[in-house]
């Protein structure tokens, strides 16, 4: 089993970037799929996700109406589409995998239960 976030770099303040999660090993479609960030000395924090059951998706404040989460089944990949990026975005930037329902409602990664963890990619906002 194993996850890769890819599509990390360094943008322009009010630019764009697609991050992809990509699977192996399992099926995506069968899990919840969140996105995660941690800035240098600071906590792993919850950006977004995707439910499983209902395609439900669920957005932090600090990014609803910029960030847009999708799943490609037949690619068993989905993106995380960032839109309108601002310096504070900068972090390196996780995808992970739970069988539970993610409600969204906590702000922190330790308390989302993930079972599985992909290596970071890098997003840099700086003009």
């Known amino acids: 089993v194993q996850l890769q976030a890819s599509g990390g770099g360094l943008v322009q303040p009010g630019g764009s970037l697609k991050l992809s999660c990509a699977a192996s090993?399992?099926?995506?479609?069968?899990?919840?799929i969140g996105w995660f960030r941690q800035a240098p000395g600071k906590e792993r924090e919850w950006v977004s996700c995707?439910?499983?059951?209902?395609?439900?998706?669920r957005y932090a404040d600090s990014v609803k109406g910029r960030f847009a989460v999708s799943r490609v089944n037949a690619k068993n990949t989905v993106y995380l589409q960032m839109n309108s990026l601002k310096p504070e975005d900068t972090a390196v930037y996780y995808c992970?995998?739970?069988?539970?329902?993610?409600?969204?409602?906590?702000?922190?990664?330790?308390?989302?239960?993930?079972?599985?963890w992909g290596k970071g990619t890098q997003v840099t906002v700086s003009s």
């Open positions: 995707i439910n499983s059951s209902d395609g439900s998706r």
């Open positions: 090993g399992f099926t995506l479609g069968h899990y919840q």
């Open positions: 992970a995998a739970s069988e539970g329902f993610c409600s969204g409602t906590y702000r922190y990664a330790d308390q989302y239960g993930m079972d599985y």
